[in-house]
């Protein structure tokens, strides 16, 4: 089964920071979309993101475990990765890391569902777009098992 894994980088600005000079919490979710743009276009799923496929991703759940603090001027690595799923939505994982030390500074997940743009219909079956993407980069162990 391949394991599918993007990096993405971002340094802390000011602006990020809320009163207690930490990451305010909320800019978390923010560099999670950062990533996500940086995974789906690396695994070519940006088609699945914005209609042009006929259907759109939105978040419909996140999930996120705070274990330290990013502050002004540190590194943020944060690292996404595909979790295979046979529903209709896309599961990701996110580990964000301090550049300078390697710190695992949170955890989280997001999910994604399919949303017919042209009914607004949330998809109960993977669209064989994502069944034909899963296929071609073998995020099952057979064939046969993602059926």
Known sequence: MAILKATYEKHVPFHDLDPM?????????????????????????????????????????L?????????????????????PCRAARIELEYRFYRKSDGALMTEATSSHH??????????????PL?????EKWKVFETEENAN
């Not at 999930?63 to 979790?83: H, L, N, P, R, W």
């Not at 994502?130 to 899963?134: A, C, I, R, S, V």
């Open 21 to 61: 000079s930490v990451v305010w919490h909320g800019n978390y979710v923010a560099y999670m979309e950062e990533a996500r743009e940086v995974f789906l276009a690396k695994y070519a799923m940006r088609n699945f993101q914005a209609g042009g496929s006929g259907y759109i991703t939105p978040v419909t759940h």
């Open 63 to 83: 999930d996120i475990k705070y274990i330290k603090s990013f502050t002004y001027d540190d590194t943020v690595v944060v690292e996404v990765t595909y979790k």
């Open 114 to 127: 399919f949303v017919d743009t042209a009914t607004g219909e949330l998809q109960y079956s993977r669209p």
């Open 130 to 134: 994502y069944k034909e993407w899963q």
